[in-house]
Every structure is written in C-alpha cells, then in structure tokens.
C-alpha cells in the first residue's frame, strides 16, 4: 500500500518537472536569441552610418578655436567611432604646443568629447619685429604675434636658444602670478662671471639680479624686501645665496662718497 503512495506522488511531480524543464529551455531560447539578434544589430551598427562620428564637442579652450582643436585630431565624418583610440589621441593632441593635458571620451553612438587645459601665457620675446608669446611650455607661437608693447607679461631678452627658455618658462609658471607682474623685462646676461644670469627690471623701479636655477622659489621673498625699501629709491636686489640691496647712489651722493654703490643687508 505504501509502495502504490509513492507511485502515485510521483505521478502528480511529473507534470510539474515537465512545466519547470520547458520554462528553462524557454528562458534558454530566449537568452541565445537575444544574444544572436544583439550581436547582428552591433554588426549592422558597425557598417552603418550610425557608427561614423557625428560630433565632437570640444571643452576648456581659449586659446584655440573648437575647429583648431578638431583639425588636430584628424577626425572627420567618415571616422568610425570605433578607431577613435582615447590614449593615441590624447597624445596627438598634446604636441601642441598650447596644449598642456588633453582627455578624450567615445559617447555612443557617434560623439566624441575632448576636455583640453591650455598653457599659460607667461612671457614675451621679441621676434619678426614683433612680440611674441611665450608659453610655459616653453614655445612661441607666431599667429598670437602683436607690434604693441604688451603689459600682461614680462618681456624676455638675451635667451638664445631653446634650453634657455623652456628653462625660463618653467620658473614662471611656478612664480606666483602676482609677483610675476611686477616683472616688466628678464635679460639674459651669459657673459656675466658672476651666477646671477638673471638681471629683472621690476614695474617699482627696481632691478633683481638672480640665477635661472630655483629662480621661482628665491622669488618668493621680493614682495618682503621691496616693501623694506624706501620708495623711489634705486638699487638693485639680489636673491642668490643670500639676499641682500644695493643701492645705487644718485649723482649728489656721489660727491659724499666715491663709491657708486653700497650694500645693505636684508632683515
């Protein structure tokens, strides 16, 4: 009698095994399905249209234009979104010399955004009779050439090649910008005996001599030593080893004392 029981149980499951195993083969199906029609729309996708580059959005320029920036990337419509490698263009667009740090992104299905951080503009040379911007990146670029004397930015002389200068431009960008204001012009002395390379002639009326090498930290401490200075008084402030005022005797003083100039100590 037990034994017809279990026979009869098992009965009544079967429909209910049977039910379980065709709703997993039916989620199976629909699964591989799925897959199979995702993978023929991704395929179809590829070789339409839809994947070309339809637009690419540019951010955080200035100095460039949006379609300068897009010229640089070689992007056009015929680009598949696809070939757009992030890191290679990145790199591409960082050789310019404006451009300090650029990021790329693919937003599916055909954009492209690129964030890019320009270089400052820190100083000037004078080139074709012009004035040409330096940028911290230690380039000059002629389109943003101007025959005005500027006044946003000290003008550099003397720097004869690009070692100099790339090195020039790392020590501004560094120099905080309110001090590198008070710059009016930088002259580079290479015959000067002396470490101090450097000779700045300051929008206050005074001079700094100093060296190229930690030129932005000994900098630092000009606004303390020229407020020590007694106004319209001329000398020069050397920031080397140690810093320290020269002045430099007007031509009444001069019959006081033969000496053209005297040293005073910095407190």
């Known amino acids: 009698m037990q034994r017809r029981k279990n026979i009869l149980s098992i009965e009544e499951h079967i429909p209910k095994f049977k039910d379980a195993r065709k709703k997993k083969q039916n ?3 629909i699964t591989y399905l799925s897959i199979f029609f995702l993978l023929i729309f991704f ?17 955080g320029n200035a100095l460039l234009s949006d379609s300068e920036v897009k010229k640089l990337t070689g992007i056009s419509r ?15 667009l ?29 100083a000037y040379i004078i080139k ?9 990146s230690g380039k000059t670029v002629d389109k943003f050439r101007t025959k005005s004397i500027p006044g946003d930015a000290p003008v550099l002389y003397g720097f004869k090649n690009s070692k100099q200068l790339e090195e020039m431009a790392a020590e501004l ?27 700045l002639f300051m929008n206050d009326g005074l001079i700094v001599k100093a060296a190229i090498h930690d030129f932005a930290k000994k900098m630092e401490v000009y606004p303390s ?19 320290y005022f020269e002045k430099i005797e007007s031509p009444h003083d001069e019959k006081k004392d033969q000496n053209n100039s005297t040293e005073e100590p910095i407190q």
């Open 43 to 59: 395929v179809i996708y590829i070789q339409s249209p839809l994947s070309r580059v339809h637009t690419v959005h540019v951010k």
């Open 78 to 92: 015929k680009t598949n979104i696809w070939s757009v490698h992030k890191e290679e263009l990145q790199q591409k």
């Open 128 to 136: 074709n009779k012009g004035y040409e911007p330096l940028f911290a």
């Open 94 to 122: 960082e050789k310019n010399p404006l451009i300090k740090q650029a990021t790329v992104s693919r937003d599916f299905p055909n954009t492209v955004s690129i964030s890019v951080k320009e270089y400052t503009r820190i």
């Open 173 to 199: 960008e560094k120099l905080n910008p309110g001090i590198r204001k008070l710059i009016s012009e930088v002259h580079f002395n290479n015959q000067s005996d002396k470490n101090e390379k450097l000779e």
């Open 27 to 29: 989620r199976r199906l």
């Open 225 to 243: 030593i020229a407020s020590q200075i007694k106004k319209g008084t001329k000398g020069i402030v050397h920031i080397g080893v140690g810093a």
